[in-house]
T-cell receptor, first 112, second 115 residues
Framework: GNSVTQMEGPVTLSEEAFLTINCTYT??????LFWYVQYPGEGLQLLLK?????DKGSNKGFEATYRKETTSFHLEKGSVQVSDSAVYFC???????????FGTGTRLTVIP | DTGVSQNPRHKITKRGQNVTFRCDPI?????LYWYRQTLGQGPEFLTY????????KSRLLSDRFSAERPKGSFSTLEIQRTEQGDSAMYLC?????????????FGPGTRLLVL
């Protein structure tokens, strides 16, 4: 079936550290891939997306590249800030479908 | 701010009672989605509307659940005869699509606790 697997958290980093949150997927066809972020007390917000293989999504210093050969969409940021502390969700949408399939989320805490 | 709003933000009820949640999407968005999120899990799709038509329902949506979007604007999600297993965060999202790629914008959610 279709699924999204994220690295388990929580992840704790010091400010200015490099961040990687792994995400791999299983899906039929060529899905669109997304990263959503949920800050404390707020709703899910789209962080970035990629709709085809080799596309790179980027926003707010975060990047993720759609890798079809490894069925991955890992999230990276070169230098995290305390304000990046949140829960990050990887998600996919199948071609021709409308709903999103989410991973279980990875909680990131950045300490000063 | 004209984002997606949900009411109430929190609901505590006793098992067997009925509850109703409301979602107001971003104005002019033609699609509206309901998801459920349990602790430690990602959101799971329940159902979605295009305008007033309910086009898809997940197998998670048992017959105790009903959703409406009567005028193609706000939506309600009702749970009848609540069970403790219904305790979760209920998320609403809306989007605009004309057939191409769409982005779903999420509300803050309604957290339900069934005692």
């Amino acid at each position: 079936g279709n699924s999204v697997t994220q690295m388990e958290g929580p992840v704790t980093l010091s400010e200015e550290a490099f961040l990687t949150i792994n995400c791999t997927y299983t899906a039929t066809g060529y899905p669109s891939l997304f990263w959503y972020v949920q800050y404390p007390g707020e709703g899910l917000q789209l962080l970035l997306k990629a709709t085809k293989a080799d596309d790179k999504g980027s926003n707010k210093g975060f990047e993720a590249t759609y890798r079809k050969e490894t069925t991955s969409f890992h999230l990276e940021k070169g230098s995290v800030q305390v304000s990046d502390s949140a829960v990050y969700f990887c998600a996919l949408r199948l071609t021709g479908a409308n709903n999103l399939f989410f991973g279980t989320g990875t909680r990131l805490t950045v300490i000063p | 701010d004209t984002g997606v709003s949900q009411n109430p933000r929190h609901k505590i009820t006793k098992r067997g009672q009925n509850v109703t949640f409301r979602c107001d999407p971003i104005s002019e968005h033609n699609r509206l989605y309901w998801y459920r999120q349990t602790l430690g899990q990602g959101p799971e799709f329940l159902t979605y509307f295009q305008n007033e038509a309910q086009l898809e329902k997940s197998r998670l949506l048992s017959d105790r659940f009903s959703a409406e979007r009567p005028k193609g604007s706000f939506s309600t999600l009702e749970i009848q005869r609540t069970e403790q297993g219904d305790s979760a965060m209920y998320l609403c999202a809306s989007s605009w699509t004309s057939g191409g790629a769409e982005t779903q914008y999420f509300g803050p959610g309604t957290r339900l606790l069934v005692l």
